[in-house]
């Protein structure tokens, strides 16, 4: 009877996709955002991401939704959207949990640091400091973010990963306004010091430069806000 019952089921069912087109716009519009494509200031419209990803406007609209009910994109007007506007509190709330969260993956990364990884952070170093020299705020944007989340992703927690991201959606897109403040410099120092520590396996010394780039952000943005 099972069998007959889970027979009629396959056949009358549609076999799952492995990614829906909704969650394939909603990953594709996360790393616009956290690789620096979008700035605060900036604004996109539904009718120019569809025809970017060359989708229907449906699919971008629900992933907006998604982005939105997590504070990392607002509606501006009509069917413009932005980033939305940082906040005192809100930025106070984002770093208190970054500290939390991310020094924990950190930690984590270090226990579990070789030279593989380390050879494939040397050259998104590199990445971050031409950035610095350039002054170039997107490249520095989306540089900062594969340094950080080669890191994470070190710590071999998905979970602990997925938390992060969440925060980065909120925060990253106002890492562009630290390009005036001299804080690229400053940061890469304390990326610098990360990527030593790793190497010599210094967990709590990872850590501390890893804080020392969280509240240096923190400190300039709540200068600008």
């Not at 604004?43 to 504070?71: H, K, N, Q, Y």
């Not at 607002?74 to 770093?95: H, N, W």
């Not at 602990?160 to 980065?168: A, I, T």
Request: proline share 4%; hydrophobic share 45%.
């Amino acid at each position: 009877m099972w069998d007959q019952e889970m027979s009629a089921i396959r056949g009358s069912v549609t076999p799952l996709r492995k990614e829906t087109l909704q969650d394939g716009v909603f990953r594709r519009l996360c790393g616009l955002i956290l690789e620096g494509g979008i700035a605060p200031g900036q604004s996109i419209t539904v009718a120019s991401l569809a025809e970017a990803f060359d989708v229907s406007p449906m699919p971008v609209r629900e992933a907006l939704t998604r982005l939105t009910a997590i504070g990392a994109l607002t509606v501006v007007s009509g069917r413009t959207i932005g980033i939305p506007k940082l906040t005192r509190e809100r930025l106070d709330d984002l770093t208190r949990v970054r500290l939390e969260v991310e020094s924990t993956a950190v930690r984590w990364a270090s226990e579990r640091s070789n030279p593989q990884f380390l050879a494939e952070l040397a050259p998104i170093l590199e990445r971050l400091r031409l950035a610095e020299r350039t002054a170039d705020a997107t490249l520095y944007v989306g540089a900062n973010y594969d340094l950080h989340f080669r890191i994470y992703r070190q710590a071999s927690s998905p979970v602990l990963v997925g938390m992060v991201e969440v925060l980065w959606l909120q925060i990253s897109p106002y890492f562009h306004l630290l390009r005036e403040s001299g804080n690229f410099h400053i940061s890469n120092d304390r990326h610098e010091e990360l990527f030593d520590a790793l190497g010599a396996s210094g967990a709590d010394r990872a850590v501390g430069a890893l804080q020392a780039d969280i509240n240096g952000a923190y400190r300039v943005l709540s200068d600008l806000i």
